[in-house]
């Protein structure tokens, strides 16, 4: 009897196949590198199907995103790095080590313990890994800018990092007091516009007053006290 493939076995034959020496010409000619912009579209095409509770389209968008995969999983498979496989395997090995209280006999009473103890599980993985982290995670460059400072900000916060000189907390927690997303994007709207009027590019400010705020709270960090 014929064994039946699943829909994922399907989709990993037809890029093999688009792949292969007979395929797709303009398949067979990508890497890794080439098809980045397009990863980044689908994941901005995804994110406004998510936005707009669009479901036809976030499935369709979910499948964008998964081809992407699957071709990166093909391409290293033909390089004899890894396969579809070895992505599998290696994100739901993980899952079920991050999640002791699932998996295992942990006991952990809410939400603020889970987070808590994958932030050390995660943190013992990074020490036995190939490089430990530093102060602060490596954030890709490709993160927008505002997404770049609240990553930044959320480490500052969540290290109880010295950030005294870098980081105005009394100012931060006056401006967040009342704030709501109508008022903070008619703000962050407001800023970007004066950034035009001024020949300020807002993206470039941004990132480099975090990258700022990165460096002085790390030199802080470095410096003995006294």
């Known amino acids: 009897m014929a064994v039946q493939m699943s829909a994922i076995d399907d989709l990993r034959k037809t890029m093999a196949k688009l792949r292969a020496p007979d395929g797709c010409p303009w398949d067979r000619e990508q890497?890794?590198?080439?098809?980045?912009?397009?990863?980044?579209?689908?994941?901005?095409?995804?994110?406004?199907?998510?936005?707009?509770?669009d479901f036809?389209?976030?499935?369709?968008?979910?499948?964008?995103?998964?081809?992407?995969?699957?071709?990166?999983?093909?391409?290293?498979?033909?390089?004899?790095q890894f396969d579809f496989?070895?992505?599998?395997?290696e994100i739901n090995d993980k899952l079920i080590r991050r999640h002791p209280h699932v998996f295992g006999t942990l006991n952990l009473p809410n939400t603020e313990a889970v987070?808590?103890?994958?932030?050390?599980?995660?943190?013992?993985?990074?020490?036995?890994?190939?490089?430990?982290?530093?102060?602060f995670k490596r954030l890709p460059p490709q993160l927008s800018a505002l997404l770049f400072a609240r990553e930044v900000f959320k480490q500052v916060e969540k290290k109880k990092l010295p950030a005294?000189?870098?980081?105005?907390?009394?100012?931060?927690?006056?401006q967040a007091k009342g704030l709501d997303e109508q008022s903070a994007g008619k703000k962050l709207f407001e800023l970007a516009a004066a950034c035009r009027q001024a020949g300020i590019d807002p993206e470039s400010?941004?990132?480099r007053h975090a990258r700022l705020v990165m460096d002085e709270v790390e030199q802080k960090a470095q410096t003995p006290a006294r």
Do not use: F, Y
């Open 31 to 53: 890497t890794h590198q080439s098809i980045c912009d397009c990863l980044v579209e689908e994941v901005a095409e995804l994110l406004d199907a998510i936005d707009r509770n």
């Open 115 to 135: 987070l808590n103890q994958w932030d050390a599980i995660k943190a013992a993985e990074k020490k036995n890994g190939p490089a430990a982290e530093g102060l």
């Open 205 to 207: 400010a941004l990132r």
């Open 85 to 89: 496989d070895d992505v599998a395997r």
């Open 56 to 80: 036809p389209h976030m499935r369709e968008e979910l499948g964008d995103l998964l081809l992407h995969v699957v071709m990166h999983a093909q391409l290293a498979s033909e390089a004899g």
């Open 164 to 174: 005294e000189g870098a980081v105005d907390g009394a100012a931060v927690a006056a």
